[in-house]
């Protein structure tokens, strides 16, 4: 299906643009902003790039269109035509108009996005999809330039509202440095995919759509009074988070990465109101990830809005810890991710 939805086309004298992009797991987190309508971050963050969590965006201009179309399919096959009421749509149908109004150029475009992973679910599935169909119109509108200058790309994925969906446009490990302005709030690499084949496995909990979106997450966060304490310690925790990386430092970069995922729940858990993002199965993952370690297999988890688990470990690891968290009550399967490319275009 992803084949036949992702092939560059010319049917029927209609081109299709395609672009895929993975998912991404933050090692430090992006949560809260300075700047709501910009995006601006108020921290700097760093990901790795996730193979198995990917997103097949095609842009099209079929004739008889009088309207801009967004439609999702998720990975059971449900299709949906986004609303342009809905508030998350509704940046994307935002983003639509930017990219046309930047182009010059005119014409309804049909866009579709088809997920290979659970969306919603705290699987960053904005991510991969935000970048993936910034990627297609961009191409779609003839700005090809801006596609292949990623720095300039990352900065109109970012325009369409998900910050996490920044770090995707890149491969393996990438900062999005949080910057000052428009121009400088965009995403570096720091190491391509190639760099260090660590393992991500991701413990399904939950499937069903997060509870809190995190755009009202981001909007609260500093409510909390752990916020600032966070922020201001984040640039010595980036900067060992950088050096573990390019070190392959994996007991320093684990450490880190649990470090501040319990930092950020703690935000969330603390904001007003009180956000919780975790369910029994969480703590259950959780509690395995700490048992193996006490075992010396070296496994750490992080957790980004959602309930479901990212368990890191190394790729000698990953054979005992993906046994050990799959059988595990509230785990009803686990994906498998190891670094992955930046946005693509598929032909
Ligand atoms: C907790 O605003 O990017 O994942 O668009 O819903 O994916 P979505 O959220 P976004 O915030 C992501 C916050 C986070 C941490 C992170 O990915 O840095």
Redesign the pocket.
């Known amino acids: 299906m992803d084949r036949q939805l992702c092939t560059k086309q010319i049917t029927a004298g209609i081109t299709t643009y395609v672009v895929r992009a993975f998912a991404?797991i933050?090692f430090i987190?992006?949560?809260g902003r300075v700047d709501h309508n910009l995006f601006l971050p108020a921290n700097s963050?760093i990901?790795m790039t996730v193979s198995g969590c990917a997103t097949t965006a095609s842009a099209s201009f079929p004739s008889e269109s009088d309207a801009d179309i967004l439609i999702m399919r998720s990975s059971s096959g449900k299709t949906t035509v986004l609303s342009p009421e809905d508030r998350k749509s509704c940046a994307l149908y935002a983003h639509i108009k930017r990219i046309r109004d930047a182009s010059g150029r005119t014409g309804f475009v049909t866009v579709e996005a088809a997920n290979n992973f659970p969306s919603d679910a705290?699987l960053?599935?904005?991510?991969s999809s935000?970048c993936a169909i910034t990627g297609a119109l961009l191409l779609a509108f003839g700005l090809r330039d801006v596609f292949d200058d990623k720095r300039e790309l990352s900065r109109y994925v970012r325009l369409a509202?998900?910050?996490?969906?920044v770090r995707s446009v890149y491969g393996g490990f990438v900062q999005w440095n949080k910057g000052n302005s428009c121009e400088t709030s965009v995403a570096e690499q720091l190491k391509n995919e190639y760099h260090w084949d660590l393992v991500d496995l991701i413990a399904i909990v939950e499937t069903k759509k997060k509870k809190y979106?995190?755009?009202y997450?981001?909007e609260i966060a500093d409510t909390s009074p752990f916020f600032t304490q966070r922020i201001s310690r984040i640039s010595d925790r980036l900067g060992m988070v950088r050096h573990a990386i390019l070190e392959k430092d994996f007991t320093q970069l684990g450490e880190l990465i649990e470090a501040d995922s319990n930092c950020?729940h703690t935000v969330m858990r603390t904001s007003k109101p009180s956000l919780n993002y975790w369910n029994d199965g969480t703590q259950e993952v959780m509690r395995e990830v700490q048992k193996l370690r006490n075992k010396g297999v070296e496994a750490y988890f992080t957790i980004?809005?959602g309930a479901n688990v990212h368990v890191l470990c190394q790729l000698q690891d990953a054979l005992s810890v993906h046994e050990a968290i799959q059988k595990l009550d509230h785990v009803s399967s686990v994906i498998i991710n190891k670094a992955a490319k930046g946005a693509q275009i598929l032909s």
């Open positions: 991404n933050a987190k992006y949560w963050s990901s705290g960053a599935s904005s991510a935000f509202g998900s910050g996490s969906a979106s995190s755009s997450g981001h950020m980004d809005a």
